[in-house]
């Protein structure tokens, strides 16, 4: 069974560049979760979706990230204009079932930013 | 906002000898997770524990939950070398919460 598949791996831009991430959760699974996880600390999550539908998105700065989940598979997230605290690993995650339903979730390798 | 701290952050250990990683959150909630994270890498799921006095053991990690308390484990038995990686727990209340990290280091 293939895995979750992230693109790029590594980014550089500088700030007040855009930059978008691209995130194909495994087959089948429902919800997906996008993560920014800051060197030294645990994973913050962003945005959950259910489908194409967004659950939670509470703690998205969404002044700057936007994400969309487009005919509830693939996922982009894009962060416009960017700033030098953006600099993180984000990770992308999906499972067979919400989290009211205590699904497991598969992380992907992850996307590397770096803002200078 | 929901507070998950874990303790200790970091952690050396002899092959060989048993240790606890705690981890302490500040909400009520029955779904607590452990993760595992080696240098570099991605996260990879471990546990679930979904009720109050759950535990699940595998391999050489055992978990638990105490949700009266709010209080998670993570049982480090008779480490080994490959054992050595971040370990988080994350809390799932009205918002999903990772902790803080312990990373741990076994010394052969």
């Known amino acids: 069974e293939a895995g979750v598949a992230q693109s790029p791996r590594y980014k550089i831009i500088e700030k007040r560049q855009s930059v978008a991430f691209w995130c194909n959760p495994i087959?089948?699974?429902?919800?997906l979760y996008w993560y920014q996880q800051i060197l030294g600390q645990g994973p913050k999550l962003l945005i959950q979706?259910?489908?194409?539908?967004?659950?939670?998105d509470s703690q998205l700065p969404k002044d700057r990230f936007s994400a969309e989940r487009l005919k509830g598979v693939d996922s982009t997230l894009k962060i416009q204009p960017a700033k030098l605290e953006d600099s993180a690993v984000y990770l992308c995650?999906?499972?067979?079932?919400?989290?009211?339903?205590?699904?497991?979730?598969?992380f992907g390798p992850g996307t590397r930013l770096l803002v200078l | 906002e929901l507070k998950v701290e874990q303790n200790p952050l970091f952690l050396s250990m002899q092959e060989g000898k048993n240790y606890t990683i705690y981890c302490n959150y500040s909400?009520?909630?029955?779904?607590l997770y452990w993760y595992r994270q080696d240098p570099g890498k991605s996260l990879e799921s471990l546990f679930v524990?979904?009720?109050?006095?759950a535990v699940k053991q595998e391999g050489r990690l055992m978990a638990s939950l105490d949700t009266k308390a709010r209080l998670s484990t993570l049982h480090i038995t008779a480490a080994v070398h490959d054992l050595s990686a971040t370990y988080f727990c994350?809390?799932?209340?009205?918002?999903?919460?990772f902790g803080t990290g312990t990373s741990l280091t076994v010394i052969p």
């Open positions: 087959s089948g699974h429902a919800t």
């Open positions: 909400t009520t909630s029955d779904r």
């Open positions: 524990l979904l009720s109050n006095g």
């Open positions: 994350a809390v799932d209340g009205n918002q999903f919460y």
């Open positions: 995650a999906s499972s067979s079932r919400d989290r009211a339903r205590f699904g497991t979730q598969y």
């Open positions: 979706f259910q489908n194409n539908g967004v659950v939670d």
